[in-house]
């Protein structure tokens, strides 16, 4: 079973820059890959991003390519997301979730969630 949390919500301005971060707690035999959906109100959960066990693969939704940056250490047992450039769309609650599928793009592969963050960008 894992345990994750996540932390760096907050209010900025369209332009500026916002680091998530998600600690997680215990272990699942094999490992897990770690990954990041956002929700706004009224519409559907999407992937936002995705990094492997091992650190070495990333996965990233088109939207957010060449903006934001998925990052594990081990040690710290975190996943961070860095996020520049923010825009107005950008602005929903971040989940942090765990897979032991890989760094598939669903949601339904993901087995553990956090309770979520919230990222608001004003235009």
């Known amino acids: 079973q894992v345990q994750l949390a996540e932390s760096g919500g907050g209010l900025v301005q369209a332009g500026e820059s916002l680091r998530l971060s998600c600690v997680a707690s215990?272990?699942?035999?094999?490992?897990?890959?770690l990954g990041w959906f956002r929700q706004d109100t009224g519409k559907e959960r999407e992937f936002v991003a995705a990094v492997s066990w091992g650190g070495g693969r990333t996965r990233y939704a088109d939207s957010v390519k060449g903006r934001f940056t998925i990052s594990r250490d081990f040690s710290k047992r975190t996943v961070d997301l860095q996020m520049d450039s923010l825009k107005p769309e950008d602005t929903a609650i971040y989940y942090c979730?765990?897979?032991?599928?890989?760094?598939?793009?669903?949601?339904?592969?993901?087995?553990?969630w956090g309770q979520g963050t919230q990222v608001t960008v004003s235009s």
């Open positions: 215990g272990t699942p035999s094999g490992g897990y890959s």
């Open positions: 979730a765990g897979s032991r599928f890989g760094i598939r793009p669903t949601s339904e592969t993901y087995d553990y």
